[in-house]
């Protein structure tokens, strides 16, 4: 978590008309990108009957609950309702919606009344997502050679492969486990970067399990 922003994952793992889960400080997200290429981070709970919209589909424009079928436009304003085909359904229901912004590669989320901006990560391409079985300062722990640019994102020079890597992690906490998202500067060796990665992840959890 940086400041009132959350990294949810990597741009290019969410495509068009794709969902996936998120988190923001303990609150479950429905994550999904329409058609447009316009992504979406809403409370994952159907205002229906409290069905995961993660587990739901999309089509265009919009996300369908997977229960009832029920269907919210990007706004989070629900504009169909199945059982009641010719009802024009209230403006008062509505999924709950968080700020998103996509920016260097990553998918941040934030509250509706956040006003700053994500911490910028320019000149990076993205490597991929890991989960740790560990905390984000045991994580953080476990590279020293990187350092601190922002809350939970941490960058620097890595050893990989036969050269040096610029290597930046961006942490997501979670309950028992950090999301590592990595990216690395333009031109380096992306399986390289990868393989540092697991490395990590075996260190991280080998010294939590001892």
């Known amino acids: 978590m940086t400041g009132n922003w959350v990294a949810n994952g990597l741009s290019q793992d969410l495509p068009a008309h794709g969902v996936m889960p998120g988190q923001w400080q303990g609150t479950d997200l429905a994550i999904w990108r329409a058609g447009s290429g316009r992504v979406s981070a809403w409370k994952d709970r159907c205002p229906h009957r409290g069905m995961r919209l993660s587990h739901g589909f999309v089509r265009g424009e919009t996300l369908a609950c997977i229960y009832h079928g029920w269907v919210y436009g990007t706004d989070g304003t629900c504009r169909h309702i199945p059982a009641h085909p010719a009802m024009q359904p209230p403006a008062s229901i509505r999924a709950e919606s968080f700020q998103v912004r996509e920016q260097d590669g990553?998918?941040?989320?934030?509250?509706?009344?956040?006003?700053?901006?994500?911490?910028?990560?320019?000149?990076?391409?993205?490597?991929?997502?890991?989960?740790?079985l560990a905390t984000h300062e045991e994580v953080a722990a476990a590279a020293p050679e990187l350092t601190a640019t922002a809350p939970e994102c941490l960058r620097g020079a890595v050893v990989a492969g036969p050269a040096a890597v610029d290597l930046c992690l961006v942490l997501q906490p979670k309950a028992g486990a950090t999301v590592v998202h990595a990216l690395a500067g333009a031109g380096a060796d992306l399986v390289a970067a990868s393989r540092w990665l697991e490395t990590l992840r075996r260190t991280v959890e080998s010294g939590v399990a001892a």
């Open 106 to 132: 990553l998918i941040w989320v934030g509250p509706a009344t956040a006003a700053n901006a994500p911490p910028a990560v320019e000149g990076m391409v993205a490597v991929r997502s890991i989960t740790v």
